[in-house]
């Protein structure tokens, strides 16, 4: 067993003896007999590659290569790069193409092997510090202490992610050193600090570690999201506050200083708690939790366990900030959504408004009263400078109604926060967990602010003498036009019910001629078979789908065109293009009917349903990571290609967004809704057509009515990128410059800062930011204004399948066109919301800028 001991631990001795950018090994034996092995130490001028290397330590999950270590065979630091990786040889762990590298840090780690005496290969790697935990790095990143002192860390690709700063200065960098503290340390030729880890804390503390003001402890996002999340902890007056990052900070522990300036993580003790001692520095250590707790862990049995939980004192049951959620309510642990203003659906992240607050129609804000509500952990509540002690109940609700970016008001006339009786108010610009305050002894007034829309029920909140001129004009227009629209509808009504009873034979005829047709049913039969249209699945773009079941127990989707306009091309045109056609990705027509006024069409039936409710509702349940996103884009790569390349007719689909995508129970994609698309002949390679589609996924070449298969290739760019950031390419509830995702998208490139627009509510689209930005690049090649400049779809799939590069020297002008007429297919309420949202960004013509 010595002699196994001995061969692993020499064999990364080895290494890095080999090296000559360290000072010279120090192999001891302690007090234990044990060896020790330190390379604690590098000089200037020294460049260190993250690339797999023999010296490599893995847990698992998690590889970490050591650039300097401080310990023995058991147990000791690192400092290196600590990368998550994905395995493809699990039987050989150390094999350099074995893995890959998703995303990396540099960082200090505790290294523990807890099986000594059996096993060398598996070691427990616990992260207590990194440089770059909202900026991780890819495979080929470089650290480089400089020859001037300065630690920087540079991507594969060169970009500068971190930096000491710490040239020039008084004392001169000389090194670079790992103490038996854990704390990284630049020193001079004086051996004074220059600069150290141990006061640029992330969301842990070892022993030894002071918290002073000006710095704090920020918990990472996820467990597997390392960027910075929701809570921190930091010193603030006489107290340490826990509290949520938000603006203003919501503090929900308070401990007293009693003097104190600073606390240190001691061997027994933290802020006069009594924390149970440690037999090493490396066998204990502090962490703010996820979830916004404080926790002590220690090394117990070969494994890190909770010691000790901080912050347990004074907490009720309802008393954390996301004990229910943004937007909901606490009473007695059960949590519940507030009727009045958000939607019925209760989730780990909590409710949200059925209006959202628009800064565009702030005319339209109006406060909420919340009765026998309090908010969370009020008692011990610090402002951080915020409250207002000499604002009226009046004044404060007017304040927050001038003031946009805030979302409730929190008023009392005692409002207790130690210092006696004291009335104040507080603006809150996010709202986290009320609690249920019936019966309470203590007067909180929580006012919510919601968007009121005028209508009969709901007047607006700005009406006064002033105003009203204003609005009687409003009325009295509105219901001139209402009128005429009305006039309108019911004379168009008589003259096509006029042209259907001449032209139903003939439309009849022609149905039967469509080669390759799919079954025919009747209307009586398709009302059995969906229970008399009972169960709806949801809207379409020129009518209602209905589950049914068909005689042999399949079960079929059942589409009921409604309107005048549309219908009977919309029938023509999904019957004639997937009616003799078969691929994977595209939805299959299995049968039609065409009974005198009734027209439907019926599909094979996709269970977990379209694309959109994947990736823009926040539901804990409606997640997808980063492999099946992946997955459903090829999918909807192949389908469009099949359908420009592989039929016996190019056929255009030209309405490509997420809920004409499609998914079945393996959430395998599939492309539906044809109503809008194009044949034309093979030889053709453009086509005159009427402008078609959905505002926000028309390309520009729209505008000249001459379009080609590469308006698909557009639209598909649109919907990637959503898939990419998880929201939509006009999302009105961000804040107006973000609120077109192209503009932002081509903001983000333009700063080299694209990882900031990854899915931040989905932790794997975040654990593999690297990939996703690089699928970024076929976004951009599928969104060129020029299209002949766009891929065709088959070379999409093929950049997809890793066997095309992406073309270089792309234009990143993004297009976003605003569509100044009525567009085909777009009279539902997405479509209209969409085109009248584009016209009010007239600099929206020639891209963003």
Known sequence: MDQQRSLCWATVLLVFTSLTYVYPTIYLVNAHHQPVVDYPIANLSTSWPNSPSSSDLSDGSFVFSPILLRGSIGAGFGCGFYCNVIYTNSACLFCNDTYTYSACLFAVVIIYNPYVEENYTQFNLELVWSANRNHPVKRNATLELTQDGDLILADANGTSVWSTNTVGGENSVSGLNLTEEGNLVLFARNKSTVWQSFDHPTDSLLLGQKLVPGQKLTARASESNWSQGLYSLAIHGDGLFAYVESNPPQSYYKSSLEGNSYVEFENGSFNREV??????????????????????????????????????????????????????????????????????????????????????????????????????????????????????????????????????????????????????????????????????????????????????????????????????????????????????????????????????????????????????????????????????????????????????????????????????????????????????????????????????????????????????????????????????????????????????????HLDIKPQNILLDENFNAKISDFGLSKLIDKDQSQVVTTMRGTPGYL???????????????????????????????????????????????????????????????????????????EMMRVVVWCLQSDFSKRPSMSLVVKVLEGSVDVENNLDYNFINPVIPRTIAGAGHQEGAIGAASTLLFPSALSGPR
């Open 275 to 652: 924390v149970p001692l440690a037999s090493t520095h490396i066998s204990q250590f502090m962490r703010l939790e996820d979830d916004g707790q404080l926790k002590v862990y220690g090394w117990r049995g070969g494994h890190w366990e909770v010691v000790l939980e901080l912050m347990t004192s004074g907490f009720s049951e309802c008393g954390h900030p996301m004990v229910c959620g943004k937007y909901s309510k606490c009473t007695n642990s059960q949590c519940s959504c507030l009727d009045e203003t958000s939607s019925n659906e209760t989730t780990d992240l909590g409710c949200s408004l059925v209006t959202p607050i628009s800064c565009n129609y702030s005319e339209y804000h109006t406060l909420l009263e919340l009765n026998n509500t309090s908010y969370f952990n009020l008692y011990t509540q610090d402002t951080f400078g915020y409250l207002d002690e000499k604002t009226e109940l009046e004044d404060c609700k007017k304040s927050c109604l001038a003031n946009c970016s805030c979302k409730a008001v929190l008023f009392s006339y005692d409002w207790g926060l130690g210092y006696g009786t004291l009335q104040g108010c507080l603006l809150l610009s996010e709202v986290f967990s009320l609690i249920n305050n019936e019966g309470g002894l203590r007067k909180i007034y929580v006012f919510l602010k919601v968007q009121k829309y005028p209508t009969a029920q709901y007047p607006s909140p700005t009406d006064s003498p002033q105003n009203k001129p204003r609005h009687v004009t409003f009325i009295l227009g509105s219901s001139l036009g209402a009128s005429f629209v009305v006039f309108f509808m019911i004379a168009c009504c008589l003259f096509l019910f006029k042209k259907k009873q001449e032209s139903e034979d003939l439309d009849e005829f022609s149905i039967i001629q469509v080669p390759g047709m799919p079954t025919r049913f009747s209307y009586e039969a398709l009302r059995d078979m969906t229970s008399n249209f009972n169960n709806k699945l949801g809207e379409g773009g020129f009518g209602s789908v209905f589950q049914g079941t068909l005689g042999d127990g399949t079960k079929v989707a059942v589409k009921l065109l409604n309107g005048f306009c549309q219908v009977k091309k919309s029938f023509f045109a999904e019957v004639e293009t997937i009616g003799s056609i078969h691929q994977v990705n595209l939805v299959r027509l299995i049968g039609f009917c065409a009974q005198k006024s009734h027209k439907l069409l019926v599909y094979e039936y996709m269970p977990n349903g379209s694309l959109d409710k994947w990736i823009f509702q926040r539901n804990q349940e409606l997640i997808l990571g980063w492999q099946s996103r992946r997955k459903i884009i090829m999918d909807i790569a192949k389908g469009l290609a099949y359908l420009h390349e592989e039929c016996r007719q190019k056929i255009f």
């Open 699 to 773: 390309a520009p070449e729209w505008l000249s009515s001459i379009i080609t298969e590469k308006v698909d290739v557009y639209s598909f760019g649109v919907v990637v990128l959503e898939m990419l950031c998880g929201r939509k390419n006009l999302d009105r509830s961000q804040p107006e410059e973000d609120m077109h995702l192209l503009s932002l998208f081509k903001r983000k490139v333009e700063e080299e800062r694209l990882i900031d627009i990854v899915d931040k509510n989905n932790d794997e689209m975040q654990l593999h930011g690297a990939e996703v930005v």
